[in-house]
């Protein structure tokens, strides 16, 4: 008697566990990772606080080097920075998506008296609210050294 082998088949594809876990996965990244990543509001308000903090520091350091006071003024729709007195330097307007950007109208001498020292319009650290409900960033201006920074 002739015994017949016959090859063993190997099978192509996923099996149902393995289908079934991807598509959990995907599915957890349509709930929480997307949403995220399709909303660029936070990250345009982002972009803006570092492109503000850069220009603040510009501004105080130009303000030193001429012996000139420079006056940044804060309001909804964005910054503008000027001599006291005199010509304007630059203004950085609030992103098209994220107006108005600003939470409250402001303003801060850079060099004050000629003394290196910045004076805020409250007289103590300035609080600049960039954006509004959860998508808020807190930055905050100190009184006296001109320091731009976010806040704790």
Same mark, same amino acid.
């Given at each position: 008697?002739?015994?017949?082998?016959?090859?063993?088949?190997?099978?192509?594809?996923?099996?149902?566990?393995?289908?079934?876990?991807?598509?959990?996965?995907?599915?957890?990244?349509?709930?929480?990772?997307?949403?995220?990543?399709?909303?660029?509001?936070?990250?345009?308000?982002?972009?803006?606080?570092?492109?503000?903090?850069?220009?603040?520091?510009?501004?105080?350091?130009?303000?030193?080097?001429?012996?000139?006071?420079?006056?940044?003024?804060?309001?909804? &729709? %964005?910054?503008?920075?000027?001599?006291? +007195?005199? !010509?304007?330097?630059?203004? @950085?307007?609030?992103? $098209?998506? *994220?107006?108005?950007?600003?939470?409250?109208?402001?303003?801060?001498?850079?060099?004050?008296?000629? &003394? %290196?020292?910045?004076?805020?319009?409250? +007289?103590? !650290?300035?609080?600049?609210? @960039?954006?509004?409900? $959860?998508? *808020?960033?807190?930055?905050?201006?100190?009184?006296?050294?001109?320091?731009?920074?976010?806040?704790?």
């Amino acid at each position: 008697m002739a015994m017949r082998r016959e090859r063993p088949t190997r099978d192509a594809g996923f099996t149902l566990v393995e289908l079934v876990m991807v598509m959990l996965i995907v599915g957890v990244l349509a709930v929480f990772a997307l949403p995220r990543l399709l909303d660029l509001t936070s990250w345009r308000l982002r972009a803006y606080g570092d492109e503000l903090q850069a220009q603040m520091m510009a501004m105080q350091r130009l303000a030193v080097a001429q012996r000139r006071a420079v006056q940044a003024t804060l309001s909804t &729709s %964005g910054v503008s920075f000027a001599y006291v +007195g005199g !010509a304007t330097l630059a203004s @950085l307007p609030c992103p $098209a998506a *994220a107006t108005p950007c600003l939470g409250a109208a402001a303003s801060a001498t850079f060099n004050s008296g000629n &003394s %290196g020292r910045t004076a805020t319009s409250t +007289g103590s !650290a300035l609080t600049v609210t @960039l954006g509004s409900g $959860a998508g *808020a960033q807190v930055w905050r201006l100190e009184h006296e050294t001109g320091l731009f920074r976010p806040a704790p």
